[in-house]
């Protein structure tokens, strides 16, 4: 096997969480491999720390299935999963347990030898911590899934999960309310590519009553849990105007879904196909953007690799 490599050093990948909006995302991830642009620092969180530990496998297949329900995730998503009691989504099926069987595959050899770093976070129930998890705390397959899985573990809608004896959910919870620029500023970069799951403009609103009643039902006498879902809205929405004032001071390129057209928990295959599809069409649009940031011209860094290849896949409308 041929060592991976990388060739972007000055600048952050990060990718925004957002359930099954990254199947639109994900394709960003697709694009860059098969534009041969390799990134040497990669972050995200929930959904995004997906599309972190896929893109570092360099496996465009497994970049793509992982947010889609056509095949052996259909019956782990949705109302089949959760009349089974297993939540909304089967955490331990999509995640360790499609390792362990082989329906989504890893390529773990490739993405142990990719020197790329890499920063993931999650938030601890019972501190209200943030916790990061970078490539050295991924010392196997499976331990690198349940760090993947704790992240996006979205309380209510999935199995929580204890790691190293503290129960652990999703990211977008703790520091940046979702929007993971944070981690990449802590350690060190000032330019960034954000992959941003909400078109542009997009602010959350104060919840109301119901939604309050709700959190407080998920959150049950968990205070911090509580808290950090009461006042994501406020934290969401001030971390989103500093990757904006980033953009301004030229500093971050923001990648918005021209249109988003699917919701954090579509678990339609045909639905999700499409958003795949759309991303990508968008994605190749943006390259020259892409590569004007990076490398300085509309047509600088590496030659495509592989621009018009697919991934096998035919989209039924």
């Known amino acids: 096997m041929e060592s991976p490599v990388s060739n972007v050093f000055d600048c952050a990948l990060v990718f925004e969480g957002g359930g099954y909006r990254a199947s639109y995302t994900c394709a960003f991830a697709n694009v860059l491999l098969e534009q041969g642009i390799y990134f040497d620092y990669v972050c995200g969180l929930s959904a995004g720390a ?56 890893f390529d773990w050899e490739t993405f142990s030898a990719n020197p790329a770093r890499l920063r993931i976070q999650a938030f601890e129930r019972d501190t209200g911590r943030t916790v990061r998890f970078g490539r050295e705390d991924m010392t196997d397959p499976m331990r690198m899934i349940d760090l993947v899985r704790a992240s996006s573990t979205l309380p209510g809608m999935m199995k929580p999960l204890e790691v190293d004896r503290r129960v652990l959910l999703d990211g977008g919870l703790g ?32 919840p109301g009553a119901k939604d309050r009643q709700m959190f407080k039902a998920v959150a049950k006498d968990h205070p911090y849990l509580r808290k950090a879902l009461l006042t994501r809205w406020e934290r969401y929405n001030d971390a989103i105007e500093h990757v904006e004032q980033l953009a301004e001071q030229g500093r971050a390129l923001i990648l918005y879904p021209d249109k988003m057209p699917v919701e954090n928990a579509t678990v339609n295959p045909r639905k999700l196909a499409a958003a795949y599809d759309a991303g990508h069409a968008q994605y190749l649009r943006e390259m020259p953007r892409v590569r004007e940031f990076l490398f300085g011209s509309a047509d600088g860094g590496p030659t495509p690799k592989d621009p018009d290849a697919g991934t096998g896949y035919i989209t039924l409308g």
């Open 50 to 105: 997906s599309n972190t530990v896929n893109y570092l496998s360099r496996d465009r297949k497994r970049v793509r299935d992982a947010f889609m329900t056509d095949g052996p995730a259909r019956g782990l998503v949705g109302l089949r999963s959760l009349l089974r009691g297993h939540g909304y989504f089967d955490a331990d099926a999509l995640y360790e347990g499609a390792l362990r069987e082989g329906t989504l595959e």
């Open 175 to 206: 520091e940046g309310a979702g929007i993971p620029v944070c981690m990449a500023e802590e350690d060190g970069f000032e330019r960034l590519v954000f992959v941003a799951t909400r078109p542009r403009g997009y602010r959350k609103s104060e």
